[in-house]
């Protein structure tokens, strides 16, 4: 085995380690609250011994922020991925709503954490500390996504408007405490369904045509 080869292994197994312990904390802010949780608590969570935490984490502060980061960062991964453009705009949709939730599954103590909107969570949170700013995000980085993966041929509106009521209907999906559901295919179809269809039904079946 290379030199190369094996930092590279060992640079892999601090970033799982990293991830691990994030999602651990993330448990024990939820229940203790940011300002109660020690960092005996937070290695407790993870399997480790206090003095070994300090090989990852400078502080607890910077276990919240890297948790932010985690958190943003595998949601904007879900706006990157490459759409394929063979695929109608419907199909194109519910393949980023299902990788959000599956997302939302592998980091639910984490989003559902951040959804807390309590007055004692640091102020570097950042972009998903509330239902509110989460939107205004999600609705910054969905027109992103429009401007590169949709013509504006298949769209009936403007991209900022469609980024809008999207990020709108998909949040109304959401639990009622704020967090992102799973990933379920039938919510996906019934999301794509409103943003592109509406409410009502085609003109054909309101005149009872079959």
């Known amino acids: 085995m290379s030199i190369r080869n094996?930092?590279?292994?060992?640079?892999?197994a601090k970033e799982?380690?990293?991830?691990d312990i994030l999602l651990a904390a993330a448990g024990v802010f939820a229940r203790r609250g940011y300002a109660a949780a020690t960092?005996?608590?937070?290695?407790?969570?993870a399997g480790f011994a206090a003095p070994s935490l300090y090989r990852y984490f400078k502080s607890k502060e910077e276990i919240f922020r890297s948790l932010v980061?985690?958190?943003?960062?595998?949601m904007d991964a879900t706006f990157e991925a490459p759409a394929d453009p063979a695929l109608?705009?419907?199909?194109?949709?519910?393949?980023?709503?299902l990788s959000q939730g599956r997302i939302a599954d592998a980091l639910r103590?984490?989003?559902?954490?951040?959804?807390?909107?309590?007055h004692e969570l640091p102020e570097a949170v950042g972009k998903l500390r509330s239902p509110s700013s989460g939107l205004a995000y999600y609705e910054a980085r969905f027109l992103a996504w429009l401007r590169k993966n949709a013509a504006q041929s298949e769209l009936r509106h403007p991209a900022e408007i469609v980024a809008r009521a999207f990020a709108g209907i998909?949040?109304?999906?959401?639990?009622?405490?704020?967090?992102?559901?799973?990933?379920?295919?039938?919510?996906?179809?019934?999301?794509?369904?409103?943003?592109?269809?509406?409410?009502?039904?085609?003109?054909?079946?309101?005149?009872?045509?079959?």
């Open 16 to 19: 799982h380690a990293r991830r």
């Open 170 to 210: 998909a949040f109304a999906f959401r639990d009622p405490d704020g967090s992102a559901r799973p990933a379920d295919p039938a919510r996906a179809r019934l999301v794509v369904d409103l943003a592109l269809q509406g409410l009502a039904a085609p003109a054909d079946r309101r005149r009872g045509v079959a």
């Open 69 to 74: 980061e985690l958190v943003v960062h595998e």
């Open 88 to 97: 109608p705009l419907a199909a194109r949709l519910e393949i980023l709503l």
């Open 39 to 45: 960092l005996q608590e937070l290695a407790d969570a």
């Open 6 to 12: 094996g930092a590279d292994r060992r640079e892999r």
């Open 109 to 118: 103590p984490a989003i559902e954490l951040l959804q807390q909107a309590g």
